[in-house]
């Protein structure tokens, strides 16, 4: 960690500005914490009406105390706070938390206080956490500098956990359900309005420590996408893993309306792409963030997460498969020999597959349960085990039971976990340090979790970006400026001319070959040309053509266009029709989707998302996601799609968007005709909108 972060998680020295001889205030819970829990630092209570508080010697003002503390708690009004920050960076103070509110949360009043606040503060190289921050805390060192009530409630207890939220109520209640479950946290930190010091910078901190083995974060924004990126790839190298709650779906700019993408992706998308990139799992909820926490801590390989079920009760068995059906948790396919030796220990009742049934003689036969584990660690297909124990009484050795799940996980270094609805029963697992949970959909989701977070960390990539090229042009393009631009980047363009006159129209047909085109009025301000009737389809004559460009000079006038164009283009006939779209979102950069295309794409929404730059092996394993995804590998009379070549063109308008991102806003391309196997996919209708200048 840095002197920064030193200041803040192992100060020599602490002052408390605004301190209290009263606990349960703001500031005076800081100091009750840090002579509670361990602190062996200096505290230097600061309140000029006391001389003593909490049974520290209490000073009238920062001066008085004659050296400069590390760090310093600013626990008084918002009007106060900024003096008190100028006398903590003039004193050489190195990091301060801020705890007042009343700041950018208020409005702009408040933001341009809050913005005083960090200039004052950085000038002299102090680092604020804040304002309006629950604080921070090192329950290693018990530098607690965290106002949260919590803490009184449940006892704190060091831990390989760091909790980093933006939220001070997000911080506690993964902490005291963590705690409540017997699990030690080192790190607990609410950021608050994040002015300085962030969530994301502090994330990238506690990553450094080599006994924080799982790091919590809760984001209601990403300002800091780089921190925390890093933050990942620190956590990584060692093996430990982030789990995120990102809150709140922010609306990106104003996105024109001609961009389908742009609507269909959202920031959203964006943040789902940004954190899957590095290894970042995002959980939907608190019970998310923390319910795989015992397999994380364990560290077990997941392998490809095939896992086994288990039950002495049929229908849990049942219940389970069904449950990693819909978490998409593979069972095993056991190997013969491993179901040849199972057949031999299970009752001729039992079921000797997956699931597998050791029914009610697990009552009577002690060495059954041992036997079957070991049959299973020996089949390269068993990755996971899960352990359903729906009833336990007198008859079942539990202890037994539980002794075996944890010598058989640490032996054969495999995730297990289990699954009681008994207290008395979870209570013999924890003791042996088996994971276990309430119910099976608990022990499933958990599993299914922790596997598929490490496959996302076994993916991720630090990618950077090249450096950004202009475009010339601002706003929304016309169809041939954009077919010209996406030829640019490398995309199969459909064969076209751009023509201003019924003859150009006439000749563009001839210099096409005569072949059947399409004719449809082409202007920037009309983006959506079919609603307007301004394509023309499947022309097979001069005549036709000519009737077809009159008509759309016709409307555009109407329309109040003043450059009419047409464009006639070949008519391209694919074996589907997908669309490919680009939105670069203003922090993550460009954001390709891909779906299934025609007029009915906003209405299916079948699409998924990758962010720039992306592999074509990235892209179908993307589109594998997608409901329509059979069709790539043929169904029924229908030949296999080429996938091949749709992901070339996936990456290469993701390549040529990461070069532009600063000019580029959205690309649609709708349709993308894509042929049958080796025979390719071309562009055939697109519209692109440029950055204002």
């Not at 060091?158 to 359900?177: F, H, K, R, T």
């Amino acid at each position: 960690m840095t002197e920064t972060f030193k200041s803040l998680f192992s100060p020599a020295s602490v002052a408390v500005i605004g301190a209290s001889d009263n606990r349960n205030k703001v500031g005076g819970r800081p100091i009750h914490y840090m002579r509670t829990f361990g602190y062996q630092g200096e505290v230097f209570p600061v309140n000029p009406a006391r001389s003593t508080i909490q049974g520290y010697r209490a000073y009238p003002d920062l001066g008085a105390i004659g050296k400069a503390p590390d760090a310093a708690v600013i626990a008084v009004s918002g009007e106060a706070a900024l003096e008190q920050v100028r006398r903590c960076a003039e004193a050489g103070v190195k990091a301060a938390v801020i705890m007042a509110s009343g700041f950018a949360e208020t409005g702009a009043a408040g933001r341009q206080r809050q913005q005083e606040l960090v200039s004052v503060a950085n000038a002299s190289g102090m680092r604020l956490v804040g304002p309006n921050a629950q604080g921070t805390a090192n329950f290693a060192s018990g530098a607690v500098l965290n106002f949260s009530t919590m803490f009184m409630e449940v006892a704190p207890q060091d831990g390989p956990i760091a909790i980093i939220s933006q939220s001070g109520a997000a911080s506690v209640m993964p902490y005291a359900l963590l705690r409540q479950s017997g699990y030690g946290v080192r790190y607990l930190v609410a950021t608050g309005n994040d002015a300085d010091l962030d969530a994301c910078a502090l994330a990238a901190a506690v990553a450094t420590d080599a006994d924080v083995r799982l790091i919590l974060v809760y984001l209601e924004s990403i300002s800091d996408p780089a921190q925390l990126a890093q933050a990942a790839e620190l956590a990584r190298a060692r093996g430990a893993s982030i789990v995120a709650i990102k809150a709140g779906n922010s609306q990106r700019g104003a996105q024109a309306a001609a961009s389908h993408t742009g609507a269909l992706v959202g920031n959203d998308a964006a943040i789902d792409a940004f954190l899957a990139r590095h290894g970042i799992w995002r959980a939907g909820d608190i019970g998310e963030l923390v319910r795989a926490v015992p397999l994380y801590l364990q560290g077990h390989a997941a392998g490809q997460g095939r896992t086994v079920v288990m039950s002495h009760s049929g229908a849990v068995g049942v219940m389970a498969a069904d449950l990693a059906e819909r978490h998409a948790l593979p069972l095993a396919e056991l190997q013969p020999a491993t179901l040849g030796e199972l057949g031999a220990i299970l009752p001729e009742f039992g079921t000797a597959s997956n699931p597998l049934d050791m029914t009610a003689a697990l009552l009577g036969k002690g060495d059954m349960f041992p036997r079957v584990l070991h049959a299973l660690g020996a089949d390269p297909q068993a990755d996971m085990v899960m352990v359903g124990i729906p009833v336990a009484g007198p008859g079942y050795d539990v202890e037994a039971l539980a002794r075996d799940a944890a010598s058989f996980s640490t032996a054969q270094g495999k995730p297990l976990v289990a699954s009681a609805p008994q207290q008395t029963v979870r209570e013999v697992f924890v003791r042996h340090g088996v994971p276990v949970f309430v119910t099976e959909a608990d022990a499933v989701a958990a599993l299914a979790q922790y596997a598929a977070h490490h496959r996302l960390e076994a993916a991720a990539v630090n990618a950077g970006w090249p450096r950004t090229a202009p475009l010339a042009g601002s706003g929304l393009q016309d169809e041939a400026r954009s077919l010209a631009l996406l030829a640019e980047a490398g995309l199969p363009v459909v064969p076209y001319r751009l023509c201003t006159s019924v003859e150009e129209a006439v000749a563009a047909f001839g210099a096409l070959g005569g072949v059947p085109v399409v004719v449809k009025g082409c202007a920037a301000e009309v983006p959506h040309k079919s609603e307007h009737g301004l394509v023309h389809l499947r022309l097979t004559d001069a005549a036709g053509a000519a009737r077809a460009a009159q008509d759309c000079f016709e409307k555009l006038q109407r329309l109040g266009v003043a450059s009419r164009c047409v464009v006639v283009a070949a008519m391209v006939k694919g074996r589907h029709e997908f669309a490919l779209g680009v939105s670069v979102d203003p922090v993550f950069g460009p954001l390709v989707m891909i779906g299934e295309g025609g007029t009915l794409l906003e209405l299916r929404k079948d699409i998924v998302t990758l962010l720039a730059p992306f592999t074509a092996e990235d892209v179908k394993a993307a589109c594998a996601r997608l409901r329509l995804a059979p069709l790539f590998k043929g169904y029924r009379d229908i030949p296999a799609l080429d996938l091949d070549a749709m992901a070339t063109a996936a990456v290469a308008l993701g390549n040529w968007a990461l070069r532009h991102r600063t000019a580029l806003k959205s690309v649609d391309i709708n349709p993308l005709m894509v042929m049958a196997a080796g025979e390719g996919a071309v562009a055939v209708d697109a519209v692109m909108e440029l950055q204002e200048h």
